[in-house]
């Protein structure tokens, strides 16, 4: 055995093909199984895809990197059910591009956060934390408030997410931009299409509490009340027992 | 820098820096409603003012042909002071970000100094700043010294680490805006990481041509594990960063995976991070210059053979410990860990073969703070992967995982092991690379060796402490069966912690601005009259018959 290896390491050549050779089988025999066994990913025929205005919001959140600090991952442990509701199955990303599951909790879990507290709740707590929760560490997101929410270039995004799987139809494309408006501006004709669209269980609501212009705020919000709502899956009562 | 080159070689780089000008201007234009023009600007006026100092520089004269004579050790030269600015960026982004979590009203209103986008450029500045500086100098002069052949040619060597660090400052300032893909140690954008490929290319090649120019016939062990860092890195990098952008206007680009395959994925990625760019390219400095800082050969050929393949082999299995109790599917979490924790014999491997090559020279270590950086890094070493080994196994990590634990493990890699054996490293190479007969002061190392170890225990400790506690806190129930504490309770438990560990931050941050100083000064002092490194230089071929 070391005489071979006495015969590589005189070899460049040798040493690369060997190095990317062994290195390799990990990852093929890890990785590639999980796009083609059929049970690593739950079926969940009610799974609904983001809104406009909530992709818009999760990239807000990927911008800002809440996901340092909130996992988007219950684990299967009673502690983690009792605590943050029922464990996180693998459908319920699987139009998170890429997934926001996270490594750390220097503040909750938010799998389930959606509709578990009031949009004003949110936006106050998102304003300054400290004025909902005194002890709270986060940050104060004041600019959300400020800010207009981009949505000129929202289709080409829905597009974008298209080329990498998430089945959004041509007329979601196209209305991109009004839908997004439409989803913070109920009783309006653009409320009306995103409903038509994106069905009737989408929150349609002015989440920032303001209906003249469109904040980060909305979307945030937006997509902080759709988290764990997207699919039932995980409800049911056929899923195996946490640890 | 300028004045080494040749005349056709300065014709190249300006034709190299007048093509990054053109793709500069182009991102500028086509990224004009979007961040992406922000970093069109910034590539332009790379391209353009290197453009310009070459103009001003093109009529000096040429160097003389006895250059080809010597190794090529400017880039090296630039790399070391490089890497203790991004060492000291680095560290002082986290001790920032380790004050915000203590006092979160650091962030003065202002989005860029906010914890979410603070922390990838105190990650980044850390791992790639002064992480990947330290690797690209050190290969150099390790590259030339085991093969005893000068690099290849002397633009290719300026283009890696040049074009390296304008990847570090377009990932850094992209965060502080806001571009970030969110993928763990991965965050840089599209164009970003297509720019970093192709500077990976090149420093490739300058590896596989300067082995194939070598005079002696072995590749030497740090070399397969720089090898290693290079190749299994370029492998990570490009299948983790696989995605669509929203348009060629746009910085934001969107994960070709999602999901559960997305994660797995990424954690292959964020696992091997550790294992290829932090634990095997500084192998392969510890492989080099602790043996040559003590006198003494490496304890064991055969254990580094086997530390070597057993690494580069088991790691790439290990990133699913990350994923435990996860939606990913058990199969893989039970390979991930059985992985991890044989994965301890190789890492033995190294760090005994390390410390077993001090045996006969513990005087050394005793007398010399350099060499005592390095000892201590592999015990650091050590201690790390013996905790990873054990952090990986399920039932420890249903407790340590999302926990503080966590950060302390890593920091004990980070302080410990990586930013230990780095420092050893230049502060052995600094005299010899600036021909200078010493260090500026032996004693500012030994300052610096305490402040670190201090700064090291400090951190690691209040992180330990804080992790059991949060894990504890969190799954601790009363005796009606109901859990003990609320997510807020165990916030506020560990605002003692946060201090204690900024402070470890700091101590650590003092060290690293000690080093800086000490090397300026070092570089600062006048040259010695007479020339001591006779023996350093390349074989140069012999004459063959007919020439």
Known sequence: ?243 | MIADLTRAERQWAMMILGALGIVGLAMAVAGRNDLLGIHGWIVLAAGLGGFIAFMRGKDAPEPSDDRLNEYYDAPTRLGIILTLLWGVVGMGAGLWVASLLAWPELTFDAAWASFGRLRPVHTSGVIFGFGGNALIATSFHVLQRTTRARLPDQISPWFVLLGYNLFCVIAASGYLMGLTQSKEYAEPEWYADIWLVVVWVVYFAIYMRTLARRKEPHIYVANWYYMAFILVVAILHIVNNLAVPVSFGSAKSYSLFSGVQDAMTQWWYGHNAVAFFLTAGFLGMMYYYLPKRAGRPIFSYRMSIISFWGITFMYMWAGSHHLHYTALPHWVQTLGMAFSVVLLVPSWASAGNALLTLNGAWHKVRDDAVLRFMALAAIFYGITTFEGSFMAIRAVNSLSHYTDWTIGHVHAGALGWVAMITFGSLYSIVPSMWKRPSLYSAKLVEVHFWLALSGTVVYVFAMWNSGVIQGLMWRTYTESGTLSYSFIDSLVAMHPYYIARAFGGLLFLLGALVALYNVVMTIRMPAPATEDAALDIPVQPALQAGE
């Open chain 1, 1 to 243: 055995m070391f005489g071979l290896h006495y015969k590589i390491e005189r070899s460049a050549i040798g040493l690369v093909t060997f190095i990317v050779l062994v290195a390799s089988i990990g990852g093929l025999i890890e990785i590639a199984p999980l796009f083609t066994i059929d049970e690593t990913v739950e079926q969940a025929p009610d799974m609904r895809v983001y809104t406009p205005l909530e992709v818009a919001g999760r990239n807000i959140y990927i911008r800002e990197g809440c996901y340092a600090c909130h996992s988007q991952m219950i684990r299967t442990l009673r502690d983690e059910v009792e605590r943050y509701g029922p464990y996180s199955l693998a459908v319920e990303s699987s139009y998170d591009h890429p997934q926001l599951w996270g490594s750390k909790r220097t503040g909750p879990d938010l799998a389930r956060l959606g509709n578990k507290y009031s949009d004003a709740w949110h936006t106050v707590h998102l304003f300054n934390p400290r004025d909902v929760v005194p002890e709270s560490k986060m940050p104060a997101y004041r600019w959300l408030l400020r800010d207009p929410l981009r949505t000129d270039d929202l289709g080409n995004h829905l597009s974008a997410l298209r080329a990498v799987g998430v089945p959004y139809t041509d007329e979601q494309v196209a209305n991109a931009a009004l839908d997004a408006y439409g989803q913070a501006n109920p009783e309006t004709a653009a409320a009306d299409g995103v409903a038509e669209r994106y069905g009737s269980a989408t929150n349609i609501r002015m989440f920032d509490g303001v209906s003249t212009r469109l904040t980060d705020m909305d979307a945030l919000v937006a997509y902080l009340q759709v988290l764990g709502n997207l699919t039932d899956a995980a409800h049911q009562p056929n899923q195996p027992e946490a640890e």
